[in-house]
Nanobody, 123 residues
Framework: QLQLVESGGGLVQPGGSLRLSCAAS????????IGWFRQAPGKEREVVSC????????NYVESVVGRFTISRDNAKNTVYLQMNSLKPEDTAVYYC????????????????WGQGTQVTVSS
């Protein structure tokens, strides 16, 4: 059973940066495409970025292009979401999820989910 654990969230001022981590134990993450989703209060969960098994990636939300970067370190069995130039509208609970074998923009296609980490962007 794949278990995902997110970390790295917190409170940051506008313009600041955070790096989220999605780690797994017992099962290799490089067998899965990993997506980062976010859900703001009162809004639906949306896919932000996804990285394929091959390492190719894409951002799905236009507002994060050029600011968010997804990457994976197979040696550490961890996927990261580097978030720069954060804005108040980035405030949400961020989740990582695993999908075999390809990225998808649809949450229902992901089989495994972490518990989420809160990101709050506020002055």
């Amino acid at each position: 059973q794949l278990q995902l654990v997110e970390s790295g969230g917190g409170l940051v001022q506008p313009g600041g940066s955070l790096r989220l981590s999605c780690a797994a134990s017992a099962v290799r993450l490089d067998y899965y495409a990993i997506g980062w989703f976010r859900q703001a209060p009162g809004k639906e969960r949306e896919v932000v970025s996804c990285i394929e098994v091959t390492g190719s990636s894409r951002n799905y939300v236009e507002s994060v292009v050029g600011r968010f970067t997804i990457s994976r370190d197979n040696a550490k069995n961890t996927v990261y979401l580097q978030m720069n130039s954060l804005k108040p509208e980035d405030t949400a609970v961020y989740y990582c999820a695993a999908d075999a074998p390809y990225c998808s923009e649809y949450a229902y296609e992901y089989d495994y989910w972490g518990q989420g980490t809160q990101v709050t962007v506020s002055s």
